[in-house]
C-alpha cells in the first residue's frame, strides 16, 4: 500500500484506504474505497494531481492525495 502521490502518471491504483478526516469530502467527490484511480498527471511546483476515476477527471490537492492510500496493479496480485 502506498500514497497516491507516489504512482506514476499513466498507472492504475485501487483506492484501499483514506484518512477519517478525508472520508465525507470524497464521497462528495464520487469518491469511495475500492474506486479504481488512473493518475493523468501530476503538476510541477507542488501543484494538484489530476486523476480519473468513474469516467471523470478530478484534480486533488497534494495534502488530500498523501492521505490517499492506495494499490497498484502489482500490488495487488
Known amino acids: 500500500m502506498q500514497s497516491l502521490l507516489n504512482v506514476p502518471n499513466g498507472q492504475q491504483a485501487q483506492l484501499v ?3 477519517e478526516r478525508l472520508l465525507r469530502k470524497l464521497k462528495q467527490y ?12 501530476s503538476a510541477p511546483w507542488g ?4 486523476v480519473e476515476v468513474n ?3 478530478l484534480a486533488l490537492g497534494r495534502s488530500v492525495a498523501e492521505n490517499l492510500f492506495v494499490e497498484t496493479e ?3 496480485h
Open 47 to 50: 501543484g494538484p494531481l489530476l
Open 17 to 19: 484506504s483514506v484518512s
Open 55 to 57: 469516467g471523470r477527471e
Open 30 to 41: 464520487g469518491l469511495h474505497p475500492g474506486d479504481t484511480l488512473r493518475v493523468l498527471r
Open 74 to 76: 502489482c500490488e495487488l
